[in-house]
């Protein structure tokens, strides 16, 4: 079964400000890596996957990188809307069952 | 546009059976996606539950496997969940969620239902 950590378990930062978010593995899963954003009420959206693809409609300061078994989620400038819980998610190789990491709150500093 | 509608009882009682269906739109449940169901405890973070190909195979979190059944509905464009023997740990939203296939082990869940609130209590 592969682990996920994330680090830090809360950002605090201001609007405008850049956002680095850390995801470890506890075995290599490849490029196998998504990152998603989840607002309060709402369903999680996914924001990147391959470690390194913006998913369509997702806006360019979001960035991933990473493979193996360390990870980065990056927002280049916090704009007002990014304010929320980010979750990293992979999946061993075969069956395929998933993971998700603890997440990661980037809140209004 | 891909839209999903998870629906089912918001209260089930203790050792009774959980049961969701996800309703799809805009894609089909007999393309080449899988489709899964992900859940949230109230103030916690997501856990995977299950998954099915569109040939009818299921895949299930270890921890769960002894309580789930998943169904696919080609006929209906819906896919199903029971969870058995429920107890008030169970209680979480529950989200039906599409798998982006890239290639056969490259699996993304890239559209979600809105999630829906199951409580389990007496």
């Known amino acids: 079964e592969v682990v996920l950590t994330q680090s830090p378990a809360t950002l605090s930062l201001s609007p405008g400000e850049r956002a680095t978010l850390s995801c470890r593995a506890s075995?290599?899963?490849?490029?196998?890596l998504a990152w998603f954003q989840q607002k309060p009420g709402q369903a999680p959206r996914l924001l990147i996957y391959q470690a390194s693809t913006r998913a369509t409609g997702i806006p360019a300061r979001f960035s991933g990188s990473g493979s193996g078994t360390d990870f980065t989620l990056t927002i280049t400038s916090l704009e007002p809307e990014d304010f929320a819980v980010y979750y990293c998610q992979s999946r061993n190789n075969w069956p395929p069952e998933f993971t998700f990491g603890p997440g990661t709150k980037v809140e209004i500093k | 546009q891909v839209q999903l509608q998870e629906s089912g009882p918001g209260l089930v009682k203790p050792s009774e059976t959980l049961s969701l269906t996800c309703g799809v739109s805009?894609?089909?449940?007999?393309?080449?996606?899988?489709w899964g169901w992900i859940r949230q405890p109230p103030g916690k973070g997501l856990e995977w539950i299950a998954s099915v190909s569109h040939f009818g195979t299921n895949y299930y979190n270890p921890s769960l496997k002894s309580r789930v059944t998943l169904s696919i509905d080609t006929s209906n464009n819906q896919f199903s969940l029971n969870l058995n023997s429920v107890t008030a740990a169970d209680t979480a939203v529950y989200f039906c969620a599409r798998l982006l296939r890239l290639g056969s082990l490259d699996l993304y869940f890239d559209y979600w239902g809105h999630g829906t609130l199951v409580t389990v209590s007496s």
């Open positions: 805009g894609s089909s449940t007999s393309s080449g996606h899988y």
């Open positions: 075995q290599s899963v490849g490029p196998y």
